[in-house]
């Protein structure tokens, strides 16, 4: 396993597989990219996966833009399942083609799925994103019998819109047998009047659920995330990926869509392109030390770079 200058390993890599999408989610930070015009193909993105193994990645997420807008993405997903080394691989989806994925995911090889839903309303949901809530809900259910365990429901807190619904997001993952996953929301390519004017902290609400837990735990492999487990449902809360608690313990590198190696969401001055020199025939020992290059740029993003 290869540490990063401040010591941290690099175990998570989540590959953005596209920047397509079916949505248009007024709060979607696109994984900090802006629009390229190239995607990786499927032989590219387990070739990169296999490097990230040899050096110490463990867990695999599959993003975007949606995931499931690839007509491969089954064979992604069975790829990267296969590879020796990956003892988990989940993806983060809209969750509007579920109904049709979700089975097809788990006998792939897909784990788990975080399913982005930043509210229960009908109109305000088509407000939110520009889709209709209905797939989702089924989406959600269907990931569920399929056995996708834990899902997981990623809901943005947003002032004015939808912090007013968390009690009975709360409710819903009861009743569906979830995981409520709480977002801050990020101004990672979002307008700034946007950010300033829906930005919400989440002390209130951890306030909240600190008072009634049963028992709170720490995701020691995840940036020391608390997840409150309630009388009814657990309640995972996702501060500000900026913060210095999350950066110190960050395991994350990103691939972007068009092939390069991201050391920080919030950063776009240190990537590391890996897909044009394996497109030019570059042999695995030059790939795989532009993958430890990547891993030597990862500095937590309050310390300032040299």
């Keep these: 396993m290869i540490l990063d200058p401040f010591g941290r390993?690099?175990?998570?890599?989540?590959?953005?597989?596209?920047?397509?999408?079916?949505?248009?989610c007024i709060y979607c930070h696109r994984e900090g990219e802006t629009s390229p015009d190239t995607e990786m193909t499927v032989d590219e993105i387990v070739e990169i996966v296999k490097l990230g193994v040899e050096l110490g990645i463990k867990s695999v997420k599959l993003t975007g833009g949606e995931p499931l807008v690839r007509e491969d993405i089954l064979k992604i997903v069975?790829?990267?399942?296969?590879?020796?080394?990956?003892?988990?691989?989940?993806?983060?989806?809209?969750?509007?083609?579920?109904?049709?994925y979700a089975e097809d995911l788990a006998e792939a090889g897909l784990n788990r799925v975080n399913i982005s839903l930043p509210?229960?309303?009908?109109?305000?949901?088509?407000?939110?994103?520009?889709?209709?809530?209905?797939?989702?809900?089924?989406?959600?259910?269907?990931?569920?019998?399929?056995?996708?365990?834990?899902?997981?429901?990623?809901?943005?807190?947003?002032?004015?819109?939808?912090t007013d619904e968390v009690y009975s997001m709360i409710d819903f993952a009861a009743e569906t047998n979830t995981i409520?996953?709480?977002?801050?929301?990020?101004?990672?390519?979002?307008?700034?009047?946007?950010?300033?004017?829906?930005?919400?902290?989440?002390?209130?609400?951890?306030?909240?659920?600190?008072?009634?837990?049963?028992?709170?735990?720490?995701?020691?492999?995840m940036q020391n995330r608390k997840v409150y487990v309630l009388p009814e449902a657990k309640v995972e809360v996702v501060p500000p990926i900026e913060n210095t608690e999350f950066c110190m313990h960050c395991t994350r590198i990103r691939l972007t869509s068009d092939g390069k190696l991201k050391p920080c969401l919030m950063r776009q001055?240190?990537?590391?392109?890996?897909?044009?020199?394996?497109?030019?025939?570059?042999?695995?020992?030059?790939?795989?030390?532009?993958?430890?290059?990547?891993?030597?740029?990862?500095?937590?993003?309050?310390?300032?770079?040299?």
């Design 9 to 24: 390993p690099t175990t998570n890599l989540r590959i953005s597989v596209t920047q397509r999408c079916n949505l248009r």
């Design 78 to 100: 069975k790829s990267i399942s296969r590879i020796p080394g990956v003892q988990d691989l989940s993806m983060t989806t809209n969750g509007n083609l579920l109904p049709v």
């Design 119 to 162: 509210t229960l309303n009908e109109q305000k949901y088509r407000a939110i994103t520009g889709g209709d809530l209905k797939p989702v809900i089924a989406g959600i259910k269907a990931a569920v019998t399929a056995g996708l365990n834990p899902v997981k429901l990623n809901m943005v807190y947003m002032k004015d819109i939808n």
């Design 180 to 221: 409520l996953q709480v977002i801050e929301l990020e101004p990672v390519n979002l307008d700034r009047d946007f950010y300033e004017k829906h930005h919400a902290p989440l002390d209130a609400l951890i306030k909240y659920l600190s008072e009634r837990a049963k028992e709170v735990k720490v995701r020691r492999n």
């Design 269 to 306: 001055d240190n990537l590391v392109d890996i897909l044009t020199p394996m497109r030019n025939g570059a042999d695995r020992a030059v790939l795989k030390n532009l993958f430890i290059e990547a891993i030597k740029r990862r500095r937590p993003y309050f310390i300032p770079s040299r």
